[in-house]
Structure formats: C-alpha cells, structure tokens
C-alpha cells in the first residue's frame, strides 16, 4: 500500500478529524524519513513525498534542543529560507530563494501562527510579523512551504508560508523548565501541559516568562517579559471546535547597525571591532541615555525611555472549526482577532567619526565636548580619548509608537473529496478577508553619544568656539536632525483583504495533478500626516526645559502638521495561480514541477510617496505602485527510503517591485530575477541523525532607475547558505551540534563592499539521570564567530568606519526540565 494511502485510509487523519490532529498524529511517524502530514499553504493534509510543494518541517523536539534566541533564528534551520536574525527577538529581514530584501522584514513570506497571519503585511515598517512571533514549548511544529500553493492559499504570500504550530493536548503531558545563562544575564521558566479532559474534548496551555539583560553588554535588565497560549477542542460526530488564545507582553533590545573598523580592500575587507566597542557583545544601548524628551502624536511634549527597545502586546483570540457535512463535503473555518500594539526604540548611527570631527560638525571649529549624563556628567570631555577610542556617534533614536497593529482574519474554506474511475480527486474552494490596522506614530530625535561597550556609553553636549551649548543634555533636536529633519509621521490606515480561491487535485496512480487559483483585492482608508522631504519639512521651537529661552536644539523641534492630514483611499487587485504535478517513479522517488504567478501588496511601504496621491489618496498610477509580482518556476526530485530522505529543488523567481526611498521621497522601479538549487537530507541510523540543507542562488538586478547597478548581485544575496544538525540520542542523553552558514555577499546593490562568509556553530546537551529529570546545556554561537549580516556602507569610506550589524557571540545556557 502506497504511503500517503496507508495515512489516509483513516478518515480521521485525513479527513474529517482536525488539521492539528492529523498534524500531531503524522508527529509520530519518523521526520527524518519525511512522511508528515503537510497542512501548511495546501488544500487538504497531505504527505510531503507526494505534494508538488517545497516543504520543511521542524518538529517539537528540534525546538526544544536547538533553543533558538528568537523565531528568526529558528527559521534559519529552513533550506532556502535566508533569515537576518542579527537584530534580536524582532525586527529580522526575511527572504527566500532570491527573491531580494529590499525593504525590511519578511515581504515576500507570510508568518503564521494556526493557519493564519500574525500581521497580514511581514514588512509594516517598525512592526515586522516576527516582532509579535515567540517560539516556546507551546509549538507543536513549524511548516514552511517555499513557492509553490503559497501564493494561492495565503495572501501577500508569493514566496513562502510559515505556520507555527500549537500543541493541542490530546495526548496528556508537559513539562516545566527553569534556563539560566552561564556567561550573560538570563533568566527565564517555560511550561506547557495538554491533556484530555474527556473523550472528546481537550485542552492544552503554554508559555514563558524571561529577564535579564541578555547577550550583550547593555548595563540593564532589557529583556523582561514573556508569552501565554492556550486551546480547547471539542469534537463532535463529523468534526470539532477549538478555542485558541494567546497574550505576549514583552520588551527586548533591537540591535540596529553598529560602528565597525573595516580595513584592507572592499573586496577583501578586514572587519574589526573598535577598541572598547565589540559589535558581537556590545551595543549602543545604555543606561546612560534615558529619557528621550520630543513632542507625541498630538504635539504635547513627553518623554521615553531609551531602554525600552521593542516592546510588544498582543492580545488574540481565535475560534476554528470542521464539519463534516455528508456526501465528501468538509467545511473548516479559522477565526482570530488580535489586539496589536508597542513601541521601537532604538539607537541609529546616522554617522560616526573622531570626536573632534563630529564636535565641528555640529558646533563649528573649536567646539568643546562635554559630558552629558554618565558619572563624569558636566566635566569637560578629552576629544582624544573620549570612550577609550576617540570617538563619537550621530544617533537619531528610531522612536515609533505602534499604537494599533490590530487585525482581524477569517478563512473559510469547503472541500470535497471524490473518487471516480482510475483515480480521485480533491477540490477545494474558500473565501478570505482580513483587516489590518496600522496606526503608528514616528517621533525621531537626533543626540550625540560615545561609542563604548559594556553600558557605558553616555550622551555628549557640544559647545561652539564661543562657549555656548548647542545641544541640550545631549539632544542635537528633537527630530530627525541628521536626516534632513525628515519623518515626523503618522499613518492611521486600516487595510481591508478579500479573497476567493480554489484548488483542484487530481491523483492518478501515480501522477498527481493540482492547480488553484486566487483573485485577492480590497482597499486602503484612513489617513497619514507627516513633515518630510517633498511634502514640507515641519519645524518649530519648543521650550521643553521651561527656562523660558530657546535653545539651538529646541529650535530644531519636529511637529507634525495636525491639521493638514492627507487622506489614503484606494483599491488595489491582483490574480495569482499555480499549476504543478507530481509522479511517483517507484514507491521510493518522485518527480515534481510548478509554475506559480503570485502577488504582494505592499500597503504602507507606498505612503508618502507619488503612488499614492497626496490630495485625494488615489493611485494616479493606477495599482502597479503597491502591488509587488513575482513569478516562480521550479522542479526537483523527493526520495525516502528507511531512515534516508533526500530533496533537490531547482528553482527560477522574477520579481518586480515598487520601492520608496525616504529622503528624499523618490519612487523607483526595480526588477530582479534569481535561479538557483535547494537541496535538504536526512539521515538516520540507530541513535544517530544527520540533517542538512544547502542554498546555491544566482540573483540579479535586471531593471532598476539606476542603471549602474543593472546586472549586479541585489544586496546581502549570498552565493550560498546552508546549515545542517547533527545529532545523537540514547535513553540517558543527548547531544548535538548546528552549524549555520553563509558565503560572502555585497553590502549593498552597487556591488563593491562585501560582507564576508561566516559560519556559526551551535552545540546542545541534555542528560536524564532518572526519569522525567533533564539537565541541559545550549551553546549558540559555541566558537564566538564573528558575522554581519547587513552594512549601510556601499563602499569602504574614508574614515574606515562602516555601520554594519553582527551576530551576537558566544552564549551557554543551562537548564533542568521535569516532564509529566
């Protein structure tokens, strides 16, 4: 009996039984030999040989031994997946298969928590989808499926859909476990317990609580807070209810780019820490730069904490459900609401050079430096040695108040399931629509500070040659002074999605067929209202001090133009389609191809700019200024047998966007195409198990308005990435080693400053000396590599100092879990 016949012949797995259920019943079968129950960006479960989709999984317990920082790090373990994890617990770039990270975030890839979008856009500015995304032991799995049925069955969605999965608790057990960092400062308790409460209904609840102040040196307690997530099922005769909910309060550090010596060549660099400052355990965090005094939303003065970082609150619920309406029908709906909001704080070097340079720069020839906060506040500071290392830094204070990130989605779909003669047949069809609030604020102020590791660094008045402060504590101006006094924004815009699709999969012996197809389209209302480049610059002076005179600083005092909003009012569609097969060679190995046509709306990513018009919020250009196409070819080969299973995709992507630059305001077209071979394994033998997947991409810039960089290699687009886990278990212990790595690449699309291959190296070991105990040890980053994953620098520049973001360094974290 063939494979997927022998899952499904039950109803139960397959059919009328829960997608999670069948998702933890497939949990049993052996990963390694790849015969999970897909249920991830796919009509109906299906097993992964079988499909014609690029599909990976982790499972429970790879989660558990590999103890990802964050949910980007974890993503990384996924072939073709390349996943800027660099930033900390949020605010990650996401890409897959070449497809470029031209903005931020995740644009082209959905994350999902159940089936459904944590933000229906991965990229809002400041409010990327990871940010509200936390991997603990309430995740039963994580699904990824790249190209393929993602751009049909999710919205905003061509290249990839990430479920995380939850534990559902029909199975009673869980676990309490207590983690303490060896050499950093952490803290934190996870938990989870699921069980039946009888025959037919089941619940399952988990989460975390974390403190500390983390990988680097930040002089404070910057990570505090954590995560609760629970379900309850009930099933009935043909089908079952599940109540889902889920509420994140959390505040970490985001690591923006950082001051680097880079010597040598730019394409040969020789990055190099700066003395006192070591970009892998150093930041620019301090306790020594609180408050950050500016003007709000409503131009009222008030003041944040620099420490803050990024903070986030949600608060979801969700209802799902399946019936079984007679004849073959199933019909399966997904609810949830999700109560978003937070803040981004973080420290951005607009420039850095010797302290004199950057006095002048400010105040003039002959400026005098002074400490504004810190120990030695008020004493005169030596230009020449000021923070070990003669140098200081332009900050702007990236400050943006996510006041609303709510959003509401529903997914309904029906399928049927037929026979007919020499085959069967599965048709789906459904409809989606959802609701995305975005109402942000941005209040960007502009300080000079010291650039010092270990939480020393402290903010720096400047006095012109005549003796007079042109800074105040340490504020150049309150607003973005470095750039221009640039973007003093808000947007208040709620995005409405609708859409139908469908799905048709036809299996013959051993040629399946599918296609499916989804016509997305909605509208943009609200409005935004900014000072910026191209639309007015929005100065003022303030006196925040109340001392009755205004200050150089004060006189630079951002406002925004409260009664001058400009309406946004659009709507936007686009089609998207995808065809595949799949044949089945011998019971061991298939073949499979796919042509898909997918879309992307790329919503606030286009305001403040000429596709959107700034007197009636139109598209003078029509909807080709928001909507983002990319097209997809690929095929390749799935074969497993016993404890080996090998995948090799090749793959084929254009994409062509609409991107803004901020300031100034300029609205630029750019088309990329990439090919390139996905291959992933598995290997198990007795207690040993070997995983590995590799990444070979050829990108490149086919279309842009600067034609200098047509045929380049887009930015940060690594030759080849890869990673692969290699692991031992017996009753007593376990241990295991993960390396992830990557070739080198170029900074930026002008192809000249590169930033260099690295690999990082992770190790785990955990020990049961009597039954339900666990003592365990995870090192990330167990050799202390070095590695930048983005730089702003195109070039190396005179001074030799490039802003550039680095992986944290060496941390070991010890735990002890008791199982019940």
Not at 110 to 115: A, P
Not at 288 to 301: E, K
Not at 557 to 582: H, I, Q
């Amino acid at each position: 009996m063939r494979l997927r016949t022998a899952l499904c012949a039950s109803v139960a797995l397959c059919g009328m039984m829960s997608p999670a259920l069948a998702q933890d019943n497939a949990a049993e079968f052996d990963e390694a030999e790849g015969n999970e129950i897909i249920v991830t960006a796919v009509a109906r479960g299906q097993n992964r040989a079988e499909s014609s989709v690029s599909v990976s999984t982790i499972g429970a317990d790879t989660i558990a031994n590999l103890a990802a920082p964050s949910s980007a790090d974890l993503i990384r373990q996924i072939p073709g997946i390349r996943s800027e994890a660099s930033g900390g617990e949020g605010n990650a770039n996401i890409a897959v298969r070449g497809i470029p990270v031209s903005t931020g975030g995740a644009r082209y890839i959905q994350l999902q928590e159940d089936g459904l979008p944590i933000l229906e856009f991965g990229d809002i500015i400041f409010g990327n989808a990871d940010n509200f995304l936390r991997a603990d032991r309430s995740v039963a799995r994580v699904e990824a499926v790249r190209g393929g049925s993602a751009s049909t069955f999710a919205s905003n969605a061509p290249g990839a859909v990430i479920n995380f999965i939850s534990k559902t608790g029909e199975r009673e057990g869980g676990a309490i476990q207590g983690s303490v960092g060896l050499d950093f400062e952490t803290y934190r308790l996870d938990f989870d317990y699921g069980a039946p409460l009888a025959d037919d209904l089941y619940f399952h609840v988990g989460g975390f609580y974390r403190t500390g102040e983390g990988p680097r040196d930040i002089g404070y307690n910057g990570y505090d807070g954590g995560q609760i997530k629970a379900n309850i099922t009930k099933e009935f005769d043909g089908g079952y209810v599940r109540f889902l909910a889920k509420y994140l309060d959390d505040r970490t550090p985001t690591i923006l780019p950082q001051p680097v010596f880079v010597g040598g060549t730019n394409s040969s660099p020789d990055y190099q820490a700066i003395p006192g400052f070591n970009p892998r355990t150093d930041s620019l965090y301090s306790p020594f730069l609180t408050p950050q005094v500016t003007l709000d939303g409503s131009n009222n003065p008030t003041s944040f904490d620099f420490r803050d970082g990024l903070s986030v609150q949600s608060l979801a619920f969700g209802i799902e459900s399946e019936i079984d309406v007679g004849g073959g029908w199933t019909l399966t709906n997904r609810f949830r609401f999700s109560d978003n909001s937070g803040g981004f704080q973080s420290p951005f070097p607009a420039g850095a050079g010797t302290a004199q340079e950057i006095a002048d720069g400010i105040g003039g020839a002959g400026s005098t430096i002074e400490f504004a906060t810190g120990p030695n506040a008020g004493d005169l500071a030596n230009a020449g040695n000021i923070g070990g290392n003669g140098l200081l830094a332009n900050i702007v204070v990236f400050n943006v108040r996510l006041n609303s990130l709510d959003n509401v989605t529903n997914d309904f779909r029906v399928n049927k399931e037929f026979d007919f003669g020499g085959g069967s047949a599965n048709f789906t069809t459904g409809f989606y629509m959802s609701r995305q609030d975005i109402n942000t604020d941005w209040l960007w102020t502009s300080h000079v500070q010291t650039v010092e590791g270990d939480g020393n660094a402290v903010l720096v008045d400047i006095r012109d040659a005549g003796g007079d402060l042109v800074t105040q504590n340490g504020t150049v101006g309150f607003g973005a002074s470095f750039f221009g006094n640039c973007c003093r924004r808000n947007y208040d815009v709620a995005y409405s999605t609708y859409a139908p699709f469908a799905s048709l999969s036809v299996e013959l012996d051993r040629l399946t067929i599918d296609a499916s197809i989804r016509y997305d389209y909605g509208d943009a209302s609200g409005t935004i209202t900014g000072a910026d480049s191209g639309f007015g610059i929005g100065l003022t002076s303030f006196d925040f001090d109340n001392d009755g005179d205004i200050s150089p600083a004060e006189a630079q005092t951002s406002v925004l133009p409260l009664g001058n909003a400009r309406p946004v009012n659009y709507d936007f569609e686009y089609f998207s389609f995808s065809l595949g097969a799949n044949y089945l060679l011998t019971d061991d190995l298939g073949v499979f191809a796919r042509y898909s046509q997918g879309g992307r709306h790329t919503a606030d990513r286009s305001l403040f700019s000429p596709a959107v018009s700034a007197v009636d919020g139109s598209l003078p250009g029509g909807d080709a200024g928001v909507i983002a196409r990319v097209d997809q070819l690929e095929a390749g080969l799935k074969y497993q047998s016993g404890g080996l299973a090998l995948y090799a995709t090749g793959f084929y992507a254009e994409t062509a966007e609409t991107n803004v630059d901020i300031a100034p305001v300029v609205l630029f077209d750019t088309e990329f195409e990439a090919y390139g071979v996905e291959l992933e394994g598995a290997y198990r033998r007795g207690p040993f198990t070997l995983s590995a997947g590799a990444t070979w991409t050829d990108a490149e810039i086919v279309d842009a308005l600067d034609a200098s960089v047509i045929g380049n290699t887009p930015r940060r687009q690594a030759d080849l990435v890869y990673q692969a886990t290699a692991q031992y278990d017996t009753d007593m212990f376990t241990l295991g080693a993960n390396i992830i790595g990557t070739t080198d690449s170029f900074t930026q699309d002008v192809n000249q400053l590169e930033l260099p291959a690295f690999a990082q190296v992770n190790a785990f070991l955990a020990v049961r000396p009597i039954d339900r105990i666990e003592i365990g040890l995870n090192a990330q980053n167990l050799f202390n590599a070095t590695g930048f994953t983005e730089a702003e620098e195109g070039a190396i520049p005179a001074n030799n100092l490039v802003r550039a973001r680095s992986i944290a360094g060496r941390t070991v974290l010890a735990s002890v879990r008791f199982d019940f």
